[in-house]
């Protein structure tokens, strides 16, 4: 794959963080698992067609829509005939890293013009059909309802707490503009309640710092997003804006509106009374070395039942481990091991810290759970944008239960990706299926 530009067209003003050197020690690359099957389309009615892509024709306002298409310009293409309609507010873009970046970028970006336009790579997306894998998805939102201005942050490897007030003041600023301004143009503006989304690099191992201090600053704006992927390859991952796709790099979003609306997680793990204490780490770079003074790895296995089994994503995502945060236990999720034996892991983590094995629970009815208490809170949503972690994928691969949950999530109008992490509120956090429901207008 082509690596993408490092600027692109400019169609909007960004925020640069303070440049330091790149990031030097990015994570080494992973031996990638055989590749999901692709799954194949579900019903959803009533739908059509424009080329290649696949239309949600439920959603007249928030437009929803995928390409599989190999060809960068023709996906983009087949994307924009998609979820393309009048006076677009904004437009949410998830690719396949396996697409031409340097030609996808531009090629979005001379189709939608002035639109704002965001996205991310990723390791599998979830489509208007369920989840797929070397494909684009993506969402239109309709000025009408919506109203949204973002901010990249470039090198994230200097991002501090400082730089999230004025991120969020900037950002402040043309959010009020723009409402302004649709009033004096007399549109009707979307002031209603807003929340933010953040995507960020999935290898920048800068998620839990950007994250809290960004909702420190937010004040009481919910905020969720995901880590950007790269199909389990762990080599580099890419943020969308500005018509170009970028490393080292996050994207912050705050969108107002006047439909009803609400931000979620679940997850689908229990904690067990099996526990062990972290007794040798390297924050800086996720790594544990040692627990319960044995090699990390050699221990770990131990714990869960599987000593002297290769360690494997599969069971990463069979086996995950938690942390007590706040009377919650949230997952911690291991990204591979290391020659050394040696784990390394998707969040923060530090000596002293005690993990306990987590036991699952019926992933299938967790999420039909979780929808029918959305559906209580917002109504039929006509959107959910879902950031679903990709252990969650591998666990639905082994247990075959893959085909099911992507009817469920066509069948709740879902569009997102799979994700090397989640970001909700303040926290950093894995193995959670986050995101946004979102529903009809508020009544006056």
Request: with cysteine.
């Amino acid at each position: 794959m082509a690596k993408g530009p490092r600027t692109g067209r400019v169609g909007g003003r960004t925020s640069r963080v303070p440049a330091r050197k790149h990031l030097d020690d990015l994570v080494k690359a992973a031996p990638l698992p055989p590749p999901a099957e692709v799954v194949p389309p579900v019903p959803v009615q009533p739908s059509g067609a424009v080329g290649r892509a696949a239309i949600d024709a439920r959603s007249p306002r928030l437009r929803r829509g995928m390409s599989h298409a190999l060809d960068p310009r023709q996906a983009a293409r087949d994307l924009y005939e998609a979820v393309g309609q009048p006076d677009i507010a904004f437009v949410l873009v998830f690719c396949s890293p396996q697409y031409d970046l340097e030609q996808l970028g531009p090629a979005l970006a001379e189709l939608f013009g002035d639109t704002l336009v965001i996205g991310c790579t990723t390791a599998g997306e979830i489509t208007p059909v369920g989840y797929m894998t070397g494909s684009i998805t993506g969402v239109s939102f309709p000025r009408s309802d919506f109203s949204a201005v973002a901010e990249r942050i470039d090198d994230l490897e200097g991002f501090e707490i400082a730089h999230a007030d004025a991120l969020v003041r900037s950002l402040s600023a043309r959010r009020n503009t723009a409402l302004e301004n649709a009033a004096a143009d007399d549109r009707e503006p979307a002031a209603g309640k807003s929340f933010a989304l953040l995507l960020i690099d999935g290898l920048s191992v800068r998620e839990e710092l950007v994250v809290s201090s960004i909702y420190s600053a937010l004040g009481d704006i919910p905020l969720f997003g995901g880590s950007a992927g790269d199909d389990l390859k762990f080599t580099r991952t890419w943020i969308l804006h500005d018509g170009g796709f970028r490393s080292n790099a996050a994207v912050l979003v705050l969108v107002d509106t006047v439909r009803r609306f609400t931000v979620f997680r679940t997850e689908h793990f229990v904690s067990s009374d099996r526990k062990m204490v972290v007794t040798e780490a390297d924050p800086a770079r996720r790594i544990v070395t040692e627990i319960n003074a044995e090699p990390a790895g050699r221990e770990y296995a131990r714990m869960v039942g599987l000593e002297g089994e290769p360690l494997t994503p599969m069971i990463f995502a069979a086996y995950p481990v938690v942390v007590r945060v706040g009377g919650e236990y949230h997952v911690r999720s291991i990204q591979k091991v290391n020659d050394d034996e040696s784990l390394t892991f998707f969040c923060a983590i530090d000596e002293g810290i005690v993990l306990t094995v987590a036991e699952g629970v019926d992933l299938v009815q967790n999420l039909e759970s979780l929808f029918s208490r959305l559906h209580e809170d917002v109504g039929e949503p006509e959107l959910i944008l879902g950031c679903d972690c990709i252990l969650r994928s591998l666990e639905m691969e082994q247990k075959q239960i893959k085909h099911l949950v992507s009817k469920v999530l066509a069948r709740n109008n879902v569009i997102g990706f799979c994700t090397y992490g989640e970001q909700f509120n303040a926290m950093h956090v894995n193995q959670t299926f986050t995101g946004v429901a979102i529903g009809a207008r508020c009544e006056s």
